[in-house]
C-alpha cells in the first residue's frame, strides 16, 4: 500500500526550480462521488466512500507526484445548509479550502438536475479567479446526461474565465478519470514540491484506518444513527510476526445509541469490525487484529471540545 504519513516535516520535498506543484480543491455538494474521484485519481484508498451523504467530514489531502509534478488534492465535505456544529465545522472546511488553491474541481452528480446545494456550491465557485473544471459524474447511471450538464452549466453564467467540462464515472471509468489528471497537471503553477515524493495523504495512519471504521459504520447503520457517530484510533502496534493490532473506539451521542451500534449479542458490532478489518488488510496487505469498544461522549456534534478532542478543528 502506497505509504499514507507524509508530511512537509516528514522528509525533504523536491526544492528544483523546474518542477510545478499546486492544490486543487475537490468540491461539490454531499454524496456526489468527490471521494471516490480522489481515490482514482490516485490509485489507491485515502478518502472514505459510503452510499450515505457526509462520509467526508474533514478536509482529506490526496498526493499525486511525477517526476516533476505534484497535485495536491484537497478532498471537502459535502456543501450543505448545517444543522449542527460538526456541520458548520464541515461547510468551513470547503470555504477554508476554496481560499487557498490554485484550481477547483466542481463535481455534481448527472443523475439529476441542480437542487439549492448545487446552487450554493456554484454560488461559492463562480467567481472564484481560479481554473474550474466542472465534472458531471455517475454518467453510467443518469438517462439524460448531455441535458443535466447543460443546467449545472447555466450556473455558472457570468463567470470570467474557462470552464472545463467533463462527464465521467469515477467509479467505473478510470481512463477518463486519468485523462482529467492530466488536463490539471498543466495547469500546475511553477513550484516546489509541498510533500516528499512518496506518499499519498497528509494523514496518519491512525486518522485513515478511523475513517475506513467510520464508513463501514455508516454502511451498517440506519436511519439517522450514522450522522451521529464518530471513530479514533488510539493505538497502533506492529508485531514482529506481521500482525498489525489496532484499537480504535466508536462514538456516539446517547447510551440509547450505544445498544444500536453493539447490536443484539454484538452482532452489529462485529460485522462492522469484520467489514472494517478485511478493508484494512486488503489496503495495507497485512494480517490486522482490530478491537473496537463503543463509547458515550454526549451531544458530541455540538460540543466544540468534543469536536476538538475528535479532530474536527
Request: no cysteine; net charge negative; proline share 6%.
Amino acid at each position: 500500500m502506497t505509504d499514507l504519513s507524509s508530511s512537509p516535516e516528514s522528509g525533504e520535498a523536491t526544492t528544483s526550480s523546474e518542477t510545478h506543484s499546486g492544490f486543487i480543491a475537490i468540491v461539490g455538494k454531499p454524496n456526489v462521488g468527490k471521494s471516490t474521484l480522489l481515490n482514482t485519481f490516485l490509485g489507491t484508498k485515502v478518502a472514505p466512500t459510503s452510499p450515505r451523504p457526509q462520509t467526508t467530514r474533514r478536509g482529506v489531502r490526496g498526493i499525486f507526484t511525477t517526476e516533476t509534478q505534484q497535485i495536491v488534492f484537497v478532498d471537502t465535505p459535502g456543501l450543505h445548509k448545517p444543522k449542527d456544529a460538526l456541520g458548520k465545522y464541515m461547510n468551513q472546511e470547503v470555504q477554508g479550502a476554496l481560499a487557498d488553491v490554485d484550481a477547483i474541481i466542481w463535481v455534481v452528480d448527472l443523475r439529476r438536475p441542480p437542487g439549492d446545494e448545487d446552487e450554493l456550491v456554484a454560488r461559492q465557485v463562480r467567481d472564484l479567479p481560479k481554473p474550474l473544471f466542472l465534472v458531471g459524474n455517475k454518467t453510467d447511471a443518469a438517462k439524460y446526461p448531455d441535458e443535466a450538464m447543460k443546467l449545472y452549466r447555466a450556473l455558472l453564467e457570468g463567470r470570467e474565465g474557462e470552464v472545463s467540462e467533463t462527464m465521467l464515472s469515477a467509479q467505473n471509468n478510470p481512463a477518463a478519470v486519468a485523462t482529467l489528471r492530466e488536463q490539471l497537471l498543466d495547469v500546475l503553477p511553477e513550484n516546489p514540491f509541498f510533500f516528499p515524493n512518496s506518499g499519498a495523504s497528509d494523514q496518519t495512519r491512525e486518522q485513515w484506518a478511523a475513517e475506513i471504521i467510520r464508513e463501514e459504520a455508516m454502511k451498517k447503520l440506519r436511519e439517522e444513527l450514522p450522522y451521529s457517530v464518530a471513530t479514533r484510533v488510539n493505538d497502533w502496534t506492529e508485531r514482529e510476526d506481521g500482525l498489525v493490532r489496532i484499537e480504535g473506539e466508536i462514538i456516539v451521542e446517547k447510551s440509547a445509541h450505544k445498544g444500536m451500534v453493539i447490536g443484539a449479542g454484538g452482532k452489529q458490532l462485529r460485522e462492522i469490525g469484520q467489514a472494517a478489518r478485511k478493508q484494512l488488510e486488503i489496503l495495507l496487505n497485512r494480517k490486522v487484529f482490530l478491537g473496537l469498544e463503543v463509547i458515550v461522549i454526549p451531544g458530541w456534534r455540538e460540543d466544540e471540545e468534543a469536536l476538538r478532542e475528535l479532530g474536527y478543528e
